[in-house]
């Protein structure tokens, strides 16, 4: 087993990503080196609760020996077939048929692909061929929202609102714009109600196709909750409204369902927590489990029918269909339903979490806007929840906080300063309040340090 002081070691060939590579060489990096359930351990022995679920994928929890095994009887018969050339393999098949059963009715069709990048890459291309292929080619533009993340290709980071990634690499690339997200506590207007903000917040869409014209828009894509962003669980009249909005001006609407995909909200999809039905849904992460790389791009009759209108459509990877991956990912929804884990999100654990993680961090000073979808739950920092005052340098407190949960042996993660938390959705009510009294301890330790750090800014100032 790899050493402790072999971590060093680890950085000296491997760029990390979204990593200050110099930073990690200096000060090497956590070995983990296997997992259970929802635990993982580290090359010391030490037990780690994962409240991400990895990243936000591994939604039947780790160690399952039956898609270990399912993999190896799938490689040992057809490891790899490709079908691009008229060809396609039973595992495919099986997984397309599941995936058509766990969707509404209007979806029929799946194209495949390996990660949450490359649906979303699919996606952009699919829209645009689309209405070429409906003879209004003029419709190229793709709305995404501010603090969305839609993954890392040139294609994703553009469309996503993340202005770090923004910065690198000379992006957005042209005709992707952007609206302001859905953020009730950090935008609503003094008096404003949830709903009322939730309608303002949708129709900054419509403002934005009025300016630049409906005939120019191929689609909106959003993620039904901001993951990345922070967990943002917009008010329940923003996305009926959006959904109204998008079929007034005929434009496609695309739900991003990598996080949310596959049982994380309680429902298989995002779209129907949120109330609403788009054309196209994204999604990977959740899809396999994480347990081999597969993304999956849903397709409803409309755009299939106007895609089967345009002929060949010249897009596809060497990977797409992957008979082992597809094979997993079957069984891996398969187990997601035998075993009525996303149910037990609806009615059980997610419920329990609600209130227990509000229980929880109401009681500590720098905490607002406390929420939890599903098993998707986060807070965020603040100097004064009254007045809504952030602490300066946003997102350098978020990243004390989660060092301090990593310390205390939880991991838990800063978007900015929203803490955020999405663990695997076998997680027992137990397991919940194990992981939240170490949650607790960590949040005195966090309070004890901010009160000191602030205190000592006033004698500064003084
Ligand atoms: C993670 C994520 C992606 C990108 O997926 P990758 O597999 O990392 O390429 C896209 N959209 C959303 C909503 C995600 O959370």
Redesign the pocket.
């Known amino acids: 087993m790899t050493k402790k002081n072999d971590t060093k070691h680890a950085v000296k060939h491997h760029l990390h990503p979204f990593s200050d590579n110099g930073q990690l060489k200096k000060n090497g990096v956590r070995m983990m080196v296997k997992a259970k359930g929802i635990y993982v351990y580290d090359s010391d022995g030490t037990e780690i609760i994962d409240g991400m679920a990895g990243?936000?994928c591994v939604n039947i929890g780790y160690g399952r020996k039956k898609l270990a095994k399912i993999a190896k009887k799938q490689m040992e018969v057809l490891p790899f077939y490709n079908t691009f050339f008229k060809t396609s393999h039973p595992a495919v098949i099986k997984l397309s048929e599941k995936l058509i059963e766990i969707t509404p009715d209007e979806f029929n069709h799946v194209f495949y692909t390996?990660?949450?990048?490359?649906?979303?890459d699919t996606m952009m291309r699919m829209v645009r061929h689309y209405w070429a292929s409906v003879g209004q080619p003029s419709k190229k533009i793709i709305i995404g929202r501010w603090n969305?993340?839609?993954?890392?290709?040139i294609g994703?980071a553009s469309l996503?609102g993340m202005k770090s990634m923004h910065q690198q690499g000379d992006l957005p690339i042209a005709n992707i714009v952007h609206i302001e997200q859905p953020w009730y506590y950090g935008l609503a207007n003094d008096n404003e109600s949830e709903e009322e903000f939730g309608i303002r917040a949708a129709n900054w869409l419509e403002e934005k196709i009025l300016s630049l014209g409906a005939d120019k828009i191929a689609a909106f894509v959003g993620?039904p909750i901001?993951?990345?962003g922070g967990v943002i669980i917009p008010p329940a009249s923003y996305w009926p409204r959006i959904e109204e909005i998008c079929r007034k001006h005929n434009i496609l609407l695309v739900s991003?369902?990598?996080?949310?995909g596959y049982g994380r909200t309680g429902k298989w999809f995002g779209f129907q927590t949120l109330g609403f039905t788009p054309d196209i849904c994204?999604t990977?992460?959740g899809l396999s489990s994480g347990y081999l790389?597969i993304?999956a791009v849903l397709v409803n009759d409309k755009v299939t029918e106007g895609l089967l209108a345009g002929g060949e459509f010249n897009h596809g990877f060497t990977y797409s269909g992957h008979p082992v991956a597809a094979a997993v990912a079957y069984e891996n929804l398969n187990i997601l339903a035998d075993k009525n884990i996303i149910e037990k999100v609806y009615t059980k654990t997610g419920p329990y979490l609600r209130k227990r993680w509000q229980e929880t961090f109401s009681q500590f000073k720098y905490i607002a806007d406390i929420r939890t979808e599903g098993l998707m739950c986060g807070f965020t920092l603040v100097k004064n929840r009254e007045t809504r005052e952030f602490f300066e340098d946003f997102g350098t407190t978020g990243l004390l906080c989660r060092d301090i949960f990593f310390k205390n042996n939880l991991i838990f993660r800063a978007c900015g300063d929203h803490i955020v938390a999405a663990p695997p959705l076998i997680i027992s009510k137990k397991e919940i309040d194990i992981m939240l009294s170490i949650a607790a301890t960590c949040m005195r330790e966090f309070e004890e340090l901010m009160d000191q750090k602030l205190s000592h800014n006033t004698d500064n100032a003084v």
């Open positions: 990243l936000w390996n990660s949450g990048s490359e649906s979303i969305g993340y839609h993954g890392s290709t994703g996503g993620e901001q993951g990345a991003d369902e990598v996080i949310c994204t990977a992460k790389p993304g």
